[in-house]
């Protein structure tokens, strides 16, 4: 943990994948069976979506580097279009988005008792993430804590997507909390450029890829994973 100074917080704004799941335990693992579904056999073409997925197939993880692991659905689309230039990038973005509903969760703690002590302190929870708003809301309700957020938003939810401020803002005026009274809790530079640039304060966890180093300048604080928010609140 990095100790930094802690404003009184209202809200919390939770990023999804790499933070309230743990990013290779999910995402990797899902994605290495999608490469080989989307090869079908096929060698040179495995090869090709790893290539421009950033993905190591030796490993079976994304790099550090992967744009995937930041960027909303359309965008992951359009990538992996690239080693599938016969594919209609419509259909491919449905595709994967029914793909992402539906990838076996690996939470990064056990997230029904963590988010119903938030709740008791009378936490405010919501959840901006850069999958689509639908595939949020199956993969919360597949773990059993959909009901714990008030609201829900993804890149395709109106407003926007990060690492811009406007869906955290969104977010913050529904609630009708100060933007300087919630923070951003993510594990990618978005993440955190979009919690400051939106006044809030920036909570970095290292379930993700990024590593601290890359995170830190961008964060108030830097914790090992979500479940060590209390810590930090009570500090």
């Not at 704004?13 to 693992?29: Q, R």
């Not at 009378?122 to 059993?144: F, K, Q, V, W």
């Not at 951003?184 to 970095?204: E, F, K, N």
Request: proline share 5%; net charge negative; with cysteine.
């Amino acid at each position: 943990m990095v100790n930094a100074e802690v404003r009184k917080v209202d809200a919390l704004i939770f990023d999804k994948d790499g933070t309230l799941f743990d990013y290779h335990a999910t995402w990797s693992v899902a994605s290495a069976d999608l490469i080989e579904t989307l090869s079908a056999g096929d060698a040179d073409r495995r090869k090709r979506l790893a290539e421009v997925m950033d993905f190591d197939l030796n490993l079976g993880q994304f790099r550090p580097t992967s744009a995937i692991i930041a960027c909303t659905n359309r965008e992951a689309a359009e990538i992996i279009w690239q080693a599938l230039p016969d594919q209609d990038v419509d259909v491919l973005e449905r595709d994967l988005e029914d793909f992402a509903m539906n990838a076996p969760l690996a939470p990064a703690v056990p997230l029904e008792p963590l988010l119903q002590g938030f709740l008791g302190q009378g936490l405010r929870l919501s959840i901006m993430t850069n999958d689509s708003e639908r595939g949020a809301r199956s993969n919360l309700s597949h773990a059993g804590v959909l009901d714990h957020f008030e609201m829900i938003v993804g890149f395709d939810s109106g407003f926007g997507a990060k690492p811009y401020p406007d869906p955290l803002l969104a977010i913050a005026a529904q609630l009708g909390v100060a933007p300087e009274r919630c923070a951003m809790v993510g594990d990618s530079t978005h993440d955190l450029i979009a919690g400051r640039a939106a006044g809030m304060q920036s909570v970095a966890v290292l379930t993700g890829v990024a590593e601290a180093d890359e995170l830190r300048p961008h964060a108030d604080v830097v914790l090992r994973d979500i479940g060590e928010i209390p810590a930090w609140l009570r500090q």
